[in-house]
């Protein structure tokens, strides 16, 4: 087996030499196990936080131990009646490439209507927690101006698209021209503006000249910042992430005057807090991607040994779509 450990907690940005590949026993399933050859593995923003000092709403990993993180993979052995050899799983079976798992500890996933690799994207974890921002947070009513930045990713690409079949007028926020195409021409959204024009502030003022009802914030820092001052009177704000902070120690914490003055409801989510919500959601997700009417951009890199890389490119936006490793 191979699997990538946590070699050292980073200062600031995260770089490759803070993981390491090992190789080690291949696992062996035990009474009510069964034995996964992943496929995929996702990376996620919030593994920045896994790997900080700084206290979350999760245990860290320690140095030394393997990181953690959600798979797709397949069945080669099982000691479990429910599954069989060959079905397909998805489980947080972390960076590595096979695992043994309690049978109870995975979900059985159905692929004959689309990739394994959405279970990990749009109909996965980012997916889910876009549903949630949105339609139970957000309470966006046709009309209405929804923004979410980090646009063209896998939380914010799910978003716009759902706030579109919502009737609502979307802006999306993504980082260059190639992503604010897709943006707008790929998945529908009315309007992107690229945060790293030097004109964002007057692009985005034109983008949302009555302001924004609802906003999706995944991003933080100073992208917040701009979007604050155009927040309606009675708007709502889905605080879902900050990935752009995450690599400040400690997190930055800045003014939020404009929650106050324009008397702003703002809920801040976690979504492994709201386990039980996540089938419902999956289905009707999976409807929508199977009727066409939701669309994902996967960007995928090959191999464990790369998944390091791959994180750092994350976290500064090389990724375009969810990113994914790709492991056999
Ligand atoms: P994405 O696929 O959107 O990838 C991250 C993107 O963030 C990058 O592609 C980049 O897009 C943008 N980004 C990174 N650094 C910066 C920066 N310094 N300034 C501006 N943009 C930056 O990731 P996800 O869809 O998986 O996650 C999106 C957000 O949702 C994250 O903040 C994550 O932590 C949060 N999240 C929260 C959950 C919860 O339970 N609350 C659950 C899941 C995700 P671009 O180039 O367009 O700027």
Redo the contacts with the bound molecule.
Sequence with gaps: NQQIILASRPDGWVTPENFSLIESELPSPGPGQVLIQNLWLSL???MRGRISEAKSYARGVNIGERMVGETVGQVIASNAPALKVGDTVLAAAGWQLFAAMDANAVTLIHTEAVSPSAYLGVLG??GI?AWTGLIDICQPRPGETVVV????????SVVGQLAKLNGCRVIGI???PE?CRYVTQELGFDVCVD?RSTHFAKELAAAVPTGIDCLFE??G?A?FETLLTHMRVGSRIAL?????EFNREPHAYRTLRSILINRIRVQG????DKRETWPGIRENLYALVTQGKLKFKESVTEGLANAPKAFVG????E?F???LIKLT
């Design positions: 996620d923003p919030y974890m980012p927690t930045d980090a646009a063209s990713g896998a939380v914010g993504a980082g260059g992503k945060h995944n991003v820092g992208i879902c992430g900050m990935v752009s989510f976690i979504m492994s994350l976290l500064k936006g990724n779509g969810k990113q």
